[in-house]
């Protein structure tokens, strides 16, 4: 079965991971013979219709997604959200690869962890 994980671009949003949505269980009505998926924005909490030619597969096409520290916080939350899938793991791990963020096996941490010689100590004085 493929992975329901999708890299979506949604009008003035960027490249965003996503997921397709079943219609039935939105209560959505769509004609069987379009062209558009109807997909969930993680993080963003949007759902929308989407040409299927502004849609791949997320492993496939990771390197559309900004690397932007003003989405930094927003793509913590994708992730977080993405926690709720059984087959998430593997697409968290690349993505938090990607990213360089510190994703512990607890999830998403609060912020990134700093290479040791950039941590400040008490004070906020440079250790080292």
Not at 77 to 90: F, G, K, V
Request: charged share 30%; hydrophobic share 40%; with cysteine.
């Amino acid at each position: 079965m493929a992975s329901p994980f999708l890299v979506a671009k949604v009008h003035e949003f960027p490249w965003w991971p996503a997921v397709k949505v079943d219609v039935a269980d939105d209560q959505v009505t769509c004609d069987e013979q379009s062209n558009e998926l109807y997909v969930y924005l993680f993080g963003i909490k949007r759902r929308a219709w989407i040409t299927k030619d502004r849609v791949f597969p997320l492993f496939e096409r990771l390197d559309l997604i900004p690397d932007s520290l003003g989405l930094r916080q927003k793509l913590r939350d994708s992730l977080l959200e993405m926690r709720s899938y059984a087959d998430a793991e593997p697409i968290i791990a690349a993505l938090s690869e990607r990213f360089t963020m510190n994703f512990g096996p607890g999830g998403p941490a609060d912020q990134d962890v700093p290479p040791p010689e950039q941590r400040q100590g008490r004070g906020g004085r440079r250790q080292g």
